[in-house]
C-alpha cells in the first residue's frame, strides 16, 4: 500500500512569495495533519483537518492557511514568505481524528526561503 | 514551554547492547505517548505507542516504559542494531478528542559496530 506521498520534494522560493505544497493521505485514511520542522526542533503541529473540515490549529500566523479535498488530500498555503518559514513540511495521515490513533507522515517538503 | 522534553540530544550504543531512550513530560492532561525514528531526508516512522491506562508495551525489539507518577517514559531497544540509528522523537496527546501531537526535540542514536 502507497504511504503518505507530498509533493515537491524540495522547493526554494523568495521573501514574500507565496507557496502551495501537497499531501495524499495513505488510502482510507480521512484524517491530515501538518506540521512544521526547524532543524534541531521536533514537529510543531499547523493544522489539522478531518472529513474537509479544520478540527485544529496550532501557534502560527493566518499567512498560513489550509484546505482538504473530497478525496481526502491536502494543500498547505503560506503567503508572504518569510526567511523563518524556511523548514521542513510534514503532511501525516490517520484513518481518523483524535488521541490515540497514530498518525502516519510523508516525507516531507523542505522549504528554503531566500 | 517545552511539555515534551529528551533532554539527551544524542546517544551512542554498542552493536547488541541496549539503547534506552528516555522522555520527561510536563503536561498531565497527555494521555497518549508515541515514539517516531527518522532517518535523514525521511518523514518520521511510527515505532511504538502506550495508552496512559498501561506502563508497558512491547513489540518485537522495542519496548515502551510509562511511568505516571514521575511522567517520564523510555523506550529501550535490545538488542541495537546498526541500523536503528536515527533520530528517536517522543509524542504525545493530550486527553480525549485531542488532535495535535506534541513532541519533543529529539535524541540522535548511533550504534556503533
Known amino acids: 500500500d502507497a504511504g503518505v506521498t507530498q509533493s515537491p520534494t524540495h522547493l526554494i522560493k523568495t521573501r514574500g512569495q507565496h507557496v502551495t505544497l501537497r499531501c495524499s493521505p495513505i488510502s482510507g485514511h480521512k484524517s491530515v495533519s501538518w506540521y512544521q520542522q526547524v532543524l534541531g526542533q521536533g514537529p510543531q503541529f499547523i493544522f489539522q483537518?478531518?472529513?474537509?473540515?479544520?478540527?485544529g490549529r496550532g501557534n502560527f500566523p493566518d499567512r498560513f492557511s489550509a484546505r482538504q479535498f473530497p478525496n481526502y488530500s491536502s494543500e498547505l498555503n503560506v503567503n508572504a514568505l518569510l526567511l523563518g518559514d524556511s523548514a521542513l513540511y510534514l503532511c501525516a495521515s490517520s484513518l481518523v481524528s483524535g488521541s490515540s490513533y497514530e498518525q502516519y507522515f510523508g516525507p516531507g517538503t523542505r522549504l528554503t526561503v531566500t | 514551554d517545552q511539555q515534551v522534553k529528551q533532554n539527551s540530544p544524542s546517544l551512542s550504543v554498542q552493536e547488541g547492547r541496549i539503547s534506552i531512550l528516555n522522555c520527561d513530560y510536563t503536561?498531565?492532561?497527555?494521555?497518549?505517548f508515541l515514539w517516531y525514528k527518522k532517518y535523514p531526508a525521511e518523514g518520521p516512522t511510527f515505532l511504538i505507542s502506550i495508552s496512559s491506562i498501561k506502563d508497558k508495551n512491547e513489540d518485537g525489539r522495542f519496548t515502551v516504559f510509562l511511568n505516571k507518577s514521575a511522567k517520564h517514559l523510555s523506550l529501550h531497544i535490545v538488542p541495537s542494531q546498526p541500523g536503528d540509528s536515527a533520530v528517536y522523537f517522543c509524542a504525545a496527546y493530550s486527553g480525549a478528542g485531542s488532535y495535535q501531537l506534541t513532541f519533543g526535540k529529539g535524541t540522535k542514536l548511533s550504534v556503533i559496530p
Open positions: 483537518y478531518y472529513e474537509k473540515e479544520e478540527r
Open positions: 503536561n498531565s492532561m497527555f494521555d497518549y
